[in-house]
Each structure stands twice: as structure tokens, then as C-alpha cells.
T-cell receptor, first 113, second 114 residues
Framework: EAGVTQSPTHLIKTRGQQATLRCSPI?????VYWYQQALGLGLQFLLW???????NRGNFPPRFSGRQFPNYSSELNVNALELEDSALYLC????????????FGAGTRLSVL | AQSVTQPDIHITVSEGASLELRCNYS??????LFWYVQSPGQGLQLLLK??????LVQGIKGFEAEFKRSQSSFNLRKPSVHWSDAAEYFC????????????FGKGTKLSVIP
């Protein structure tokens, strides 16, 4: 069974540009979480999508947004990139909207120059 | 708000030595606790979890952790460390209700001396 897959592995952008990161959950999983792992800040919760809807978001500005598609894959968009957005972005999936173990992908390394 | 503290940023142990990584949490109700491991450039792999019941939980790769409610701790242990255990270790907590997002500690980087 394939795990959580994220693409691209690495992404290099310049300030002010937009970045799009993608996540495919484990087959059968309907909920997707996004986390940011920035140097010095640790792992922080970004967004939670379930059944196509945004259910909760962390303490991040509105330029961080995303969506979940009918096949439960998800996209994270970061607009007006700033240098401090450079981080590893991790996606995790769980089988349903209920409480469960989160399974993580390998992440997308975003570098903003 | 829930929080997790991992007091040790970096720990170095010799191969074959025992290991204990500390984790303290702050949460009002019964927490759901996890330990994840992250190798360089990789995502997070679940080592073990505590939901309820027996306070000593066993995980993969020979790791175990003990939940101590009175001390608000969930320390990770391994009796004999292998060189392949060198990685960063994260303790995490969630409420098990609501949105279930994980709150992580800042992590402990483990170095293993051959």
C-alpha cells in the first residue's frame, strides 16, 4: 500500500511568487493535515481538510490556503511568498474525520530566495 | 492551550548505551501522546502512541515510553542504542476531540557515537 505522497520534493521560488504543494493521502484516508517545519520554529499545524472542506487552520496568515479534491488529495497554496516561508511542509492523512493516527509524507522543501 | 516541552535539544550517546528522551506536556484533560522520529530529509515516522490503558507502551525499533500523569511526562526509552537510531525525535500531543491536530515539541536531536 502506498503511503502519503507529496510533490514536488523541492521547490525554489523568489519573494512575491506563489507556491503550490500537493499531497496524496493513503488510499481510503479522507482527512489531510498540513504542517510547517521551519528552522527554529519547529512543527506547526497549518490546515486541516476533511471531506473537501477546510475544518480548521493554525495561526497562519490568509495567504496560506488550500483545498481538497474529490479524490481526497490536497493542495497547499502560499501566495506572496516571503523569505520566512522557507520550510519543510509536511502532509499527513488519517482514515476519517475521527481521531486517529496521522501518517506523514516525506514533505516538500520550499526555499524562497 | 496544549503544549509540549522537550528539554533536551541535542543528546549524544554511545552505541549500546541506554537512552531516555524527555517529554513534558501541558493539557487539561487526558492527552493522546505520540513519539515520532525524523531522519534527515525525511518525513515523520510514528514510533509509539498512548491513548489509554497500560501506561507503559511499546513501539517499533525497540522503543518504549511511559505515561506519568502526575508528572505530565511521556519519556521515551531504549535499552541499547544502535547507530541507526541517530535522528531527531518529536513528542506530540492531541486532545482526541475536535480537530485532532498535533502539537509538537521542538524535538531532540540524537547523535550516536560508534
Amino acid at each position: 500500500e502506498a503511503g502519503v505522497t507529496q510533490s514536488p520534493t523541492h521547490l525554489i521560488k523568489t519573494r512575491g511568487q506563489q507556491a503550490t504543494l500537493r499531497c496524496s493521502p493513503i488510499s481510503g484516508h479522507t482527512s489531510v493535515y498540513w504542517y510547517q517545519q521551519a528552522l527554529g520554529l519547529g512543527l506547526q499545524f497549518l490546515l486541516w481538510y476533511d471531506e473537501g472542506e477546510e475544518r480548521n487552520r493554525g495561526n497562519f496568515p490568509p495567504r496560506f490556503s488550500g483545498r481538497q479534491f474529490p479524490n481526497y488529495s490536497s493542495e497547499l497554496n502560499v501566495n506572496a511568498l516571503e523569505l520566512e516561508d522557507s520550510a519543510l511542509y509536511l502532509c499527513a492523512s488519517i482514515p476519517s474525520s475521527g481521531f486517529n493516527i496521522q501518517y506523514f509524507g516525506a514533505g516538500t522543501r520550499l526555499s524562497v530566495l | 492551550a496544549q503544549s509540549v516541552t522537550q528539554p533536551d535539544i541535542h543528546i549524544t550517546v554511545s552505541e549500546g548505551a541506554s537512552l531516555e528522551l524527555r517529554c513534558n506536556y501541558s493539557y487539561g484533560a487526558t492527552p493522546y501522546l505520540f513519539w515520532y522520529v525524523q531522519s534527515p530529509g525525511q518525513g515523520l515516522q510514528l514510533l509509539l502512541k498512548y491513548f489509554s490503558g497500560d501506561t507503559l507502551v511499546q513501539g517499533i525499533k525497540g522503543f518504549e515510553a511511559e505515561f506519568k500523569r502526575s508528572q505530565s511526562s511521556f519519556n521515551l526509552r531504549k535499552p541499547s542504542v544502535h547507530w541507526s537510531d541517530a535522528a531527531e525525535y518529536f513528542c506530540a500531543v492531541t486532545s482526541g476531540a475536535g480537530s485532532y491536530q498535533l502539537t509538537f515539541g521542538k524535538g531532540t536531536k540524537l547523535s550516536v557515537i560508534p
